[in-house]
Nanobody, 122 residues
Framework: QVRLLESGGGSVQAGGSLRLSCAASGYTYRPNCMGWFRQAPGKAREQVAAVYSSGAGTPVYSDSVKGRFTISQYYTNNTIYLQMNSLRPEDTAMYYC??????????????WGQGTQVTVSS
């Protein structure tokens, strides 16, 4: 059974940084993608960042986080990280780890983590 375990969320002031981690267990192969989504209260879940194992492996970022967030992956243990810098209040949301399927379309993600809360105060 595949499980995704996130950690690293918390509260920070605007301009600060946080680093999220997601460890995937239960895989006997490398998932085709892993990534991060977020969901603020009353809003739809949106893609934040993703990495795909095929092709050049170039990370994909949403425009709202490009230049501030960096996703990285350690293939040996199916773990991904999200380094979040220059955080803004609008980054406040529950952040979810995603794996397999499409890691840029929420409706096509095969596996989800439970989420970790990120709160940015002004």
């Amino acid at each position: 059974q595949v499980r995704l375990l996130e950690s690293g969320g918390g509260s920070v002031q605007a301009g600060g940084s946080l680093r999220l981690s997601c460890a995937a267990s239960g895989y006997t192969y490398r998932p085709n993608c892993m990534g991060w989504f977020r969901q603020a209260p009353g809003k739809a879940r949106e893609q934040v960042a993703a990495v795909y194992s095929s092709g050049a492996g170039t990370p994909v970022y949403s425009d709202s986080v490009k230049g501030r967030f960096t996703i990285s992956q350690y293939y040996t243990n199916n773990t991904i990280y999200l380094q979040m810098n220059s955080l803004r209040p609008e980054d406040t949301a529950m952040y979810y780890c995603a794996a397999e399927g499409s890691c840029t379309l929420a409706g096509h993600v095969r596996n989800w983590g439970q989420g970790t809360q990120v709160t940015v105060s002004s």
